[in-house]
């Protein structure tokens, strides 16, 4: 089966332009999160669908980000302007459901440089 | 504060030698748990999980985990290890808030290197 799928896979941006990501989930997942991966952490969820619906977007900084995820499949991520903290590992990852036993499948990041 | 902590930044181990990562975490309720792996241009893959039952863990490419509430730890294992384990080990919790859960929390991280 195919899995998750993202692009593109490396971005180099100036610090206030734009930039968006795409990620096309695994066939079936209902849900669907973004997660911002900086250098030396672990990843940070920014947002997760559930279909074509918000379900937690508590870390998503609203004032630059926006996601969306039209008809409940694909998404994209965008950022609008760009800082230089954005610099990071944009990862998404998609699950069958919602539960905590629904195992999250995460696609290959898109790695993001602001200069 | 809540948090989940892996101590060791960076390890290295001889290729055939045991490895052990450590992993802690703090949380009022034990949250599931989980070991993920980063290698080098691929996604996160989940090693192994546990949610509850038997404290010891089996999970794929022969790593296992043990679950110690006492020590509020969930250290990863691998009695062997192959050139091909280099790469990044994530600990990762979803807090249990009793009739509902939080979303996938991870530490930072440890990187593996082995020696040949």
Redesign the interface.
């Known amino acids: 089966e195919a ?2 799928a993202q692009s593109p896979r490396y971005k180099i941006i100036e610090k206030r332009q734009s930039v968006a990501f795409w990620c096309n989930p695994i066939s079936g997942h209902a849900t669907l999160y973004w997660y911002q991966q900086i250098l ?6 920014l947002i ?1 669908f559930q279909n074509n619906g918000v379900v ?1 977007d508590s870390q998503l900084p609203k004032d630059r980000f926006s996601a969306e995820r039209l008809k409940g499949v694909d998404s994209t991520l965008k950022i609008q302007p760009a800082k230089l903290e954005d610099s990071a590992v944009y ?1 998404c ?1 998609s699950s069958l459901d919602r539960g ?2 629904d ?7 898109t790695r993001l440089t602001v200069t | 504060a809540q948090s989940v902590t892996q101590p060791d930044i960076h390890i290295t181990v001889s290729e055939g030698a045991s490895l052990e990562l450590r992993c802690n975490y703090s949380y009022g309720a034990t949250p599931y748990l989980f070991w993920y792996v980063q290698s080098p241009g691929q996604g996160l893959q989940l090693l192994l999980k546990y949610f509850s039952g038997d404290t010891l863990v089996q999970g794929i490419k022969g790593f296992e985990a043990e679950f110690k509430r006492s020590q509020s730890s969930f250290n990863l294992r691998k009695p062997s290890v192959h050139w091909s384990d280099a790469a990044e080990y994530f600990c990762a919790v979803v807090p249990n808030y009793g009739g509902s859960q939080g979303n996938l929390i991870f530490g930072k991280g440890t990187k593996l290197s082995v020696k040949p």
Not at chain 1, 40 to 45: A, E, F, I, T
């Open positions: 899995g998750v030396g952490q672990g990843p940070k969820l997760q937690d990862l990852a905590v036993w195992e999250q499948y995460f696609g290959p990041g």
